[in-house]
Structures are given as structure tokens and as C-alpha cells.
């Protein structure tokens, strides 16, 4: 919920904003903990801390065995294997002033709720648990090609194509 005051922000001002967003986070507390008291008996705790996995996972990158997810029975290469994961950082990099502010602001907000959350207890290498910024690294891509193809229509289609000499 904290990641929408960038959105509410474009429409409402601070304080109208910071309300909605404490109203949300409300709704999400008021159904959150009766459905936590419901299932409290059941045995297992609420968290499993992965650190020391995702650690080790990410000094030794060059392990073969991470760098192919199978999933579904079909084999494909694995976003978290270094080239692929390499590739993600540096298009967030290279296309990220592109972001209007508003965006930057929110994917921020996000980052800085899911990155810790994901380094401390989610199993290494499932980068599906980045979720939060899905939407933002999807709005990257738009925005880098849409640079890209307007990039590519400044220039002339075929400009090494010499023009016929006049006679």
C-alpha cells in the first residue's frame, strides 16, 4: 500500500494522499489479522529466514546447477544464472531515467520494502518474489522501446543505399 503515494500524490495533495494510503493500510491490518488468528494453531512459524542461502548462492554464481529452471517439466535458463540476471540490472540502469518522477518514486518505495524481504527469506534465486517490481521493470521495457523505435524512425531506413548518380 505504501508504494501508491507516488499515484495518489499525482491527484491529491500531501495530506489527502497520506490519508488513502493510511485508510489501505487499514483494510489490509483489519483483514490480515483475523485470518492470522484463524490459522495461528497450525503448526510451523510464520517465517523461515534464508540469508545464509541466498548468501552462498550468490557468491558461488558460476554453479552450473542454478543456471536452468525447470519448471513445469520444460527446461529453460534461469533468470537468477549471472548473464540473464547481469542483463537485468543493467537495462533497470540503462532506462531508468526514462521513468517520469512519479514511477521512480514508487518503484523506490518498493525496492526498498521487497529487496530486504526477498534477500532475508525467500529462497535463493526465485526472483518471482521481487513482485512488487513486476509493474515497474515492465514499464522499463515499454519505455525503452518505445525509445528505441523512435530512435529508430529518426534515422533514414536505408542510409548506406547511395542515391543514383545524375547522368
Same mark, same amino acid.
Given at each position: 500500500?505504501?508504494?501508491?503515494?507516488?499515484?495518489f500524490?499525482?491527484?491529491?495533495?500531501?495530506?489527502?494522499? #497520506? *490519508?488513502?494510503?493510511?485508510?489501505?493500510?487499514t483494510?489490509?491490518?483489519?483483514?490480515?489479522?483475523?485470518?492470522?488468528?484463524?490459522?495461528?494453531?497450525?503448526?510451523?512459524?510464520?517465517?523461515? %529466514?534464508? *540469508?545464509?542461502?541466498?548468501?552462498?548462492?550468490? $557468491?558461488?554464481?558460476?554453479?552450473?546447477?542454478? !543456471?536452468?529452471?525447470?519448471?513445469?517439466? $520444460?527446461?529453460?535458463?534461469?533468470?537468477?544464472?549471472?548473464?540473464?540476471?547481469?542483463?537485468?540490472? %543493467?537495462? #533497470? %540502469?540503462?532506462? !531508468?531515467?526514462? $521513468?517520469?518522477? !512519479? $514511477?521512480?518514486?514508487?518503484? @523506490?518505495?518498493?525496492? #526498498? *520494502?521487497?529487496?530486504?524481504?526477498w #534477500?532475508?527469506?525467500?529462497q535463493?534465486?526465485?526472483?518471482?518474489?521481487?513482485?512488487?517490481?513486476f509493474?515497474?521493470?515492465?514499464? *522499463?521495457?515499454?519505455?525503452?522501446? @518505445?525509445? %528505441?523505435? @523512435?530512435?529508430?524512425?529518426?534515422?533514414?531506413?536505408?542510409?548506406?543505399? &547511395? &542515391?543514383?548518380?545524375?547522368?
Amino acid at each position: 500500500m505504501f508504494t501508491l503515494y507516488p499515484l495518489f500524490r499525482l491527484r491529491s495533495a500531501r495530506l489527502k494522499s #497520506v *490519508i488513502g494510503v493510511c485508510v489501505l493500510a487499514t483494510v489490509c491490518v483489519a483483514v490480515y489479522l483475523p485470518i492470522r488468528h484463524h490459522f495461528a494453531h497450525n503448526p510451523g512459524g510464520t517465517v523461515e %529466514w534464508h *540469508i545464509k542461502d541466498m548468501v552462498d548462492f550468490y $557468491l558461488h554464481p558460476f554453479r552450473l546447477d542454478t !543456471w536452468v529452471d525447470k519448471t513445469y517439466d $520444460l527446461t529453460f535458463p534461469a533468470l537468477s544464472a549471472p548473464i540473464p540476471f547481469i542483463l537485468l540490472i %543493467w537495462t #533497470v %540502469w540503462r532506462s !531508468w531515467h526514462l $521513468l517520469p518522477l !512519479w $514511477l521512480r518514486r514508487h518503484a @523506490q518505495i518498493a525496492a #526498498v *520494502i521487497n529487496i530486504p524481504l526477498w #534477500v532475508f527469506f525467500c529462497q535463493p534465486g526465485e526472483l518471482r518474489d521481487l513482485s512488487l517490481l513486476f509493474i515497474t521493470f515492465l514499464l *522499463i521495457l515499454a519505455f525503452s522501446l @518505445q525509445e %528505441w523505435v @523512435q530512435s529508430a524512425k529518426a534515422k533514414p531506413l536505408c542510409s548506406s543505399v &547511395s &542515391s543514383p548518380a545524375p547522368e
